[in-house]
T-cell receptor, first 116, second 112 residues
Framework: AQKVTQAQTEISVVEKEDVTLDCVYETRDTTYYLFWYKQPPSGELVFLIRRNSFDEQNEISGRYSWNFQKSTSSFNFTITASQVVDSAVYFCALTRTSTGANNLFFGTGTRLTVIP | KAGVTQTPRYLIKTRGQQVTLSCSPISGHRSVSWYQQTPGQGLQFLFEYFSETQRNKGNFPGRFSGRQFSNSRSEMNVSTLELGDSALYLC???????????FGSGTRLTVV
């Protein structure tokens, strides 16, 4: 069974602080994909990153970075120098690699509030 | 490139009624998935359609159904609405491979 745990329900930071959102997953599959999505108040889920289970390289995209560690089944997301526009709910998700079984299993999300 | 379009944006229905929600995927995408988001249960998978065939189904009662047309547009239907069906319904479009899912803005359904 697939499971994603985001233990942090809500986080508040002051603008320009760094913040890390935690994601721990469970799966018996050897091949799988992990995602992070951002959900602003408008409701749309905005795709941030996809990582497959064979690629443990960390990734940096501007102020965003992701740390994938298979040994601890974690896929954490760090925002550097946070901005008010980063305020949103962030979801970590998992899917197995299988033709026709491409549904996402989501964590419960972390609500990030960046205070100006 | 147009994104995923969901209509209507908001909907208010009465218990016992039925409702149909629509999703137009990104041009060229043949896979459409539906998710229900509620404060209590979070984001849950409803079903996925690919080339007009339901490929995968989540754990929802038979009152929830869907279909996909030849142009890849999809509809989901909920019959005999219950108060607990109040939720944000999100549609996701993809090319059918695990490369990423593009979500629409959702339809917020309120059942009174």
């Amino acid at each position: 069974a697939q499971k994603v745990t985001q233990a942090q329900t809500e986080i508040s930071v002051v603008e320009k602080e760094d913040v890390t959102l935690d994601c721990v997953y469970e799966t018996r599959d050897t091949t799988y994909y992990l995602f992070w999505y951002k959900q602003p108040p408008s409701g749309e889920l905005v795709f941030l990153i996809r990582r497959n289970s064979f690629d443990e390289q960390n990734e940096i995209s501007g102020r965003y970075s992701w740390n994938f560690q298979k040994s601890t089944s974690s896929f954490n997301f760090t925002i550097t120098a946070s901005q008010v526009v980063d305020s949103a709910v962030y979801f970590c998700a998992l899917t197995r690699t299988s033709t026709g079984a491409n549904n996402l299993f989501f964590g419960t999300g972390t609500r990030l509030t960046v205070i100006p | 490139k147009a994104g995923v379009t969901q209509t209507p944006r908001y909907l208010i229905k009465t218990r016992g009624q039925q409702v149909t929600l629509s999703c137009s995927p990104i041009s060229g995408h043949r896979s459409v998935s539906w998710y229900q988001q509620t404060p209590g249960q979070g984001l849950q998978f409803l079903f996925e359609y690919f080339s007009e065939t339901q490929r995968n189904k989540g754990n929802f009662p038979g009152r929830f159904s869907g279909r996909q047309f030849s142009n890849s547009r999809s509809e989901m239907n909920v019959s005999t609405l219950e108060l607990g069906d109040s939720a944000l319904y999100l549609c996701a479009s993809s090319s059918g491979q695990v490369e990423g899912y593009t979500f629409g803005s959702g339809t917020r359904l309120t059942v009174v």
